[in-house]
């Protein structure tokens, strides 16, 4: 297998992904602020501290079922008769249950003192008596136990129910109102500010397609980009194209830094390219370029610029993320390394998602010596189909694609090989 960091004459050596990220986390120290937010409003937040629970869950054994509480003892035979003597509806106690007795109960109703069993509705028969609550046939002999939630199944006083760190799902909200959470404590929002680098770039709805200029093209990357920052519960400040002068571009940066925790800029970092946004950075700071050892997105830019600390506690310098300009690179980059960095701002305890283990439904004989993240979805038969066109231009391909495949540096992929598939859908949650 080639070495993915081999350095052949007259290139950069290679970082391997791994290295990038790892020093890319080691400069991310979550955000001091917490805040409390409306425990409707959490969901997609990151927990900032463990929550307890202070009771339990449920408080005491209930009913599963519509239908009679009764004393196993009373019905060891099919067809026993027994006169009903309460009833129980949910949000009430019932009474100690009399031997030969049955109560009348509903789903979520405290079992009474001395039932041990609910027998359903459909496998009982009411026998009406007038002026009191009549009697019952049970048909099935009842096991002693079924049809009864126990009381803490669910949740036990005094547990941790969810943890510092857990990204919020509509589940957990379900979960953190359940133990009577009405707001939630919550790493506050990641201030992002985003800037695009080049002359040929134009924004949809200020030329038309038609009248677009020889050489222009759209400014594709500041949307996906916006979109996937909203997604991850960041606030965004959108610079849009930076213009041509050096001092224009330090002041611009300078004020977004002393507002942001991050700023992404997109282009311009290809290698000997010059740019005012490298300059500019490092007037302000410092900035590194790397090679990565993937495809697409091979350049990527990180660096930092100093500032007063924007919240108590708080670092006193502001990231930077320089993304490449192509658009799968530009994409990639950022769910591979830019996603990471910030889930660890908000002190996410899972930054990257897990990969599945899928089948291939291709050939791809002739791979790259980089790692790479091939854009496929899975087929009808539940193996996966490769896109035609893997170039890092080409956007299509991440729209029809379910995921990529990680495919490790100069490995060949044969139809019916085991490949490292990550969906995008557990990257854009
Ligand atoms: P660069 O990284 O600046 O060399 O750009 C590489 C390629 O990506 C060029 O073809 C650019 O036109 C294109 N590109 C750069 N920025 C964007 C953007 N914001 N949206 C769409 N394409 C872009
Ligand atoms: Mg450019």
Known sequence: MPDANANPAGRRPLMPLDEALARLLAQAQPLAAIEDCNTFDADGRVLAKDLIAALTVPPTDNSAMDGYAVRTADCAAPGAELRVAQRIPAGSTGEPLAAGTAARIFTGAPIPQGADAVV?????????????????????????????????EDVQRGSVVLTAGQRLTPQALGLAASIGFATLPVRRRPRVAMLSTGDELVMPGTIAPEAMPPGAIYNSNRFFLRALLLRMGCEVQDLGLVPDRLEATIDGLRAAASQNDLIITTGGVSVGEEDHVKAAVQ???????????????????????????????????????????????SFMTFLLLVRPFLMALLGARHT???????????????????????????????????????????????????GVIDNPGGQAIAAGDTVRFIPFSAWLA
């Open 120 to 152: 359903m509705q459909e496998d009982t028969e009411a026998l009406a008596e007038d002026g009191s609550l009549g009697r019952v046939r049970v048909q099935a002999v009842p096991q002693a136990g079924q049809w009864i939630r126990r009381a803490g």
């Open 283 to 329: 007037s302000l700071g410092t900035l590194e370029h790397w090679a990565l050892a993937i495809k697409p997105g091979k350049p990527f830019a990180c660096g930092t610029i100093a500032r007063p600390a924007i919240e108590e506690g708080g670092r006193d310098l502001c990231h930077v993320c320089g993304l490449p300009g192509n658009p799968v690179s």
């Open 352 to 402: 990257v998602p897990a990969a599945v283990q899928m089948m291939a439904g291709f050939d791809w004989p002739r791979p790259d010596r980089r790692r790479e993240f091939l854009r496929a979805r899975i087929g009808a038969d539940g193996r996966l189909e490769l896109f035609a066109n893997q170039s890092s231009g080409v956007l299509t391909s991440t729209v029809w694609g379910d």
